[in-house]
């Protein structure tokens, strides 16, 4: 039987892709989210498919939760080989502007969740050499466009780039462990989510999962981009 892949962060979009490429793939998924409707329906929906799935309504801002949620998973699931980290809080907002209690969040759930997360399930993952998956965004990367676009994001900018620093210090953390840690920045708006509509260059959730499938299994590269909104130069970027 294969490892459990649990996604942090659960909704439409990537994460809800991401549950159907591992989980028709025969791992089976742990959906973590605040939201218990949704989560409700992902798994009356996910569990019509075939797939394994079981919901763990949780605030992944909240530290002590996050270690009581994933006590809770290994022990109704089993060991954890594939930590999924999909979370965002959408604040807008310059630097001018924002409120320090904003930016806080944003980084206490992009950072100090995530390192929380990791360090909770890094046993399970050791173990069995498993995988650490993160979604990134654009604004997480250090370009003048990038940056000028990122002015009135600047939580989001801020928090995202924070989180890809981690995820790189992770992949050399993990190494020696035979654990891979990858990362995929989503260059646009993701169809079927309310900011893609009436936009342009969106991305397809299900060619994010593809290229998180692809991270997992040729454990090759630690960051890929998928989408086009914003042109960028790419060379280093899939190191």
Request: hydrophobic share 45%; net charge negative; glycine share 10%.
């Given at each position: 039987m294969?490892n459990t892949?649990?996604?942090?962060?659960?909704g439409?979009?990537?994460?809800?892709?991401?549950?159907?490429r591992f989980?028709k793939?025969?791992?089976?998924?742990?959906?973590i989210?605040?939201?218990?409707?949704?989560?409700?329906?992902?798994?009356?929906?996910?569990?019509a498919?075939g797939i394994?799935?079981?919901?763990?309504?949780?605030?992944l801002?909240d530290?002590?939760?996050?270690?009581?949620?994933?006590?809770?998973?290994?022990?109704?699931?089993?060991p954890?080989?594939?930590?999924?980290?999909?979370?965002?809080?959408?604040?807008?907002g310059?630097?001018?502007?924002?409120?320090?209690?904003?930016?806080?969040?944003?980084f206490d759930l992009?950072?100090?969740?995530?390192i929380?997360?990791?360090?909770?399930s890094k046993n399970?993952?050791?173990?069995?050499?498993?995988?650490?998956?993160?979604?990134?965004?654009?604004?997480?990367?250090?370009d003048?466009?990038i940056?000028?676009?990122?002015?009135?994001?600047?939580?989001?900018?801020?928090?995202?780039?924070?989180?890809?620093?981690?995820?790189?210090?992770?992949?050399?953390?993990?190494?020696?462990?035979g654990?891979?840690?990858?990362?995929v920045?989503?260059?646009g708006f993701?169809?079927?989510?309310?900011?893609?509509?009436?936009?342009?260059?969106?991305?397809?959730?299900?060619d994010v999962?593809?290229q998180?499938?692809e991270?997992h299994?040729?454990?090759?590269?630690?960051?890929?981009?998928v989408?086009?909104?914003?042109?960028?130069?790419e060379?280093?970027?899939?190191?």
């Amino acid at each position: 039987m294969k490892n459990t892949i649990v996604i942090c962060g659960y909704g439409p979009g990537i994460s809800q892709a991401v549950a159907r490429r591992f989980g028709k793939a025969g791992h089976p998924v742990a959906l973590i989210a605040r939201n218990v409707q949704r989560l409700t329906e992902a798994v009356t929906e996910l569990n019509a498919e075939g797939i394994q799935v079981q919901a763990f309504p949780a605030d992944l801002s909240d530290v002590k939760a996050i270690r009581h949620v994933f006590t809770n998973v290994h022990g109704m699931m089993g060991p954890i080989g594939i930590l999924h980290w999909n979370v965002f809080l959408d604040i807008e907002g310059d630097l001018l502007s924002t409120p320090p209690d904003d930016l806080s969040k944003s980084f206490d759930l992009r950072v100090v969740g995530y390192i929380t997360a990791v360090q909770e399930s890094k046993n399970d993952l050791m173990a069995s050499k498993g995988t650490v998956l993160v979604t990134s965004g654009v604004m997480a990367l250090d370009d003048p466009q990038i940056n000028a676009f990122a002015v009135d994001y600047a939580a989001i900018a801020i928090g995202v780039a924070a989180q890809r620093k981690t995820t790189h210090i992770l992949a050399h953390t993990f190494a020696p462990h035979g654990i891979h840690v990858g990362e995929v920045i989503v260059n646009g708006f993701v169809e079927g989510t309310p900011g893609a509509i009436g936009k342009s260059d969106t991305v397809a959730p299900t060619d994010v999962a593809d290229q998180f499938w692809e991270l997992h299994t040729t454990r090759q590269v630690h960051s890929v981009i998928v989408g086009k909104a914003v042109p960028i130069e790419e060379a280093g970027i899939h190191g």
